[in-house]
């Protein structure tokens, strides 16, 4: 490889590889953990397992979704699990796997199984619940204890609206049920102003009563469907964060070393969370932990990006592990930036859909 890495490790220098005394890089026990140049550990890898969705979300996805990739494209699961130990290797404790539609994906148990057995201290998947009377159950055998649910509205026509033909019945069936399996549930709802503001306080009492988390996210301009939907009906987190605060105290939480860029809060007599995202309101990319996989086996640094790096040519190109781990840490310490860049220039969007990046 043609990538030089020092070995002393200082703020302002990049860490390489240990090796062990036989003078062989040993991956799993001495590769230095993932970091950036701006000080930052990441500890949190996001996987898309797949840009297939059952849904077609206004903010998240065009109308007719977007083109496919061709599968010779896309990691095959022994190269995903390769990808996995590695990343776990470079000290990433907390995964999660998203989409499009996870839940689409034929071999998401075994992924979870796989994560299991690597010793994931975090392990979560981001579904719309649509396939989840299926799954639930599967998916808790195999050790997933977290998932997050997409849920931006509890009035059936909005649901539907918001998710271009979505029923809401049959993803509340699937949040029944998974409630019986899977211990830690968080509903995700993306802020629009015209279709869920007004409803926040109901969403809340609704999670409240119920035993969920739930974060507000503000919409990121990300692809036509977010520079629409933000220049449509952008609200900002303090927005529903007030209207919660006309019935609820609200109890700041605090925060852990590698939480993710939600302020939480906790409401007194209820076991569940309320979180805010801002990435447009309060930039909080200072915290970032995380970069992103891509079904076709691309590293994304920072959402809103449009390139990141291809791992799928090194990982067919014979790669050994080793390699692959040198060049994920030289790569991250290099072009993982400061901070994402929605702000910068009002209305444009950054030209990547959700759907593929996994949010
Ligand atoms: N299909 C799954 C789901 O519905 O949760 C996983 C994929 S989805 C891309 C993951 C998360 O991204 C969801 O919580 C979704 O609401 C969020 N998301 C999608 N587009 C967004 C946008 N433009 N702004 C903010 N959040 C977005």
Redesign the pocket.
């Given at each position: 490889m043609g990538y030089v890495c020092c070995t002393r490790r200082g703020a302002a220098l990049e860490p390489g590889i240990a090796h062990n005394k036989a003078g062989t890089a040993d991956l799993a026990q001495s590769a230095p953990d993932l970091h950036d140049r701006f000080g930052r550990r990441i500890s949190y890898l996001r996987v898309?397992l797949t840009e297939h969705?059952n849904?077609r979300?206004q903010?998240?996805?065009p109308e007719d979704g977007t083109p496919l990739f061709a599968r010779k494209d896309h990691l095959a699961p022994d190269e995903l699990d390769r990808l996995l130990g590695v990343f776990h290797a470079l000290g990433v404790r907390h995964m999660r796997f998203?989409?499009?539609?996870?839940?689409l994906y034929p071999w998401l148990v075994d992924r979870v199984a796989r994560a299991r057995d690597l010793g994931v201290e975090k392990l979560s998947v981001?579904?719309?619940?649509y396939l989840l009377d299926r799954l639930a159950q599967p998916l808790a055998q195999a050790g997933l204890r977290r998932i997050?649910?997409?849920l931006?509205s509890l009035s059936a026509e909005r649901f539907s609206r918001i998710t271009r033909g979505g029923d809401l019945r049959r993803v509340l069936r699937g949040l029944f049920l998974a409630r019986d399996c899977i211990p830690h549930i968080k509903l995700?709802?993306?802020l629009l102003k015209d279709e869920n503001l007004d409803e926040v306080p109901e969403l809340v009492g609704f999670a409240l009563r119920e035993g969920f988390d739930i974060q507000f996210?503000?919409?990121?301009?990300?692809?036509i469907?977010?520079s629409v939907?933000?220049a449509q009906s952008y609200a900002s987190v303090a927005e529903a964060e007030e209207r919660i605060r006309r019935s609820h105290a609200l109890e700041a939480r605090p925060r852990a070393a590698d939480d993710g860029p939600a302020r939480r809060f906790g409401v007194a007599g209820y076991a569940g969370e309320i979180g805010f995202?801002s990435?447009i309101s309060q930039n909080f990319c200072a915290g970032c932990n995380r970069v992103r996989l891509t079904s076709t086996g691309r590293l994304v640094y920072c959402l809103g990006q449009e390139d990141g790096v291809d791992l799928l040519g090194p990982l067919r190109g014979g790669f050994t592990d080793e390699a692959l781990a040198d060049f994920i840490r030289h790569k991250v310490w290099h072009e993982k930036p400061e901070r994402h860049t929605f702000n910068d220039e009002p209305g444009r969007a950054a030209p990547v859909?959700?759907?593929r990046?996994?949010?």
């Open positions: 898309s969705c849904l979300c903010y998240c996805s998203t989409g499009g539609e996870p839940l981001s579904t719309n619940g997050n649910m997409s931006d995700n709802v993306v996210i503000e919409t990121m301009p990300l692809g469907a977010g939907s933000r995202i990435p859909y959700m759907m990046l996994g949010g």
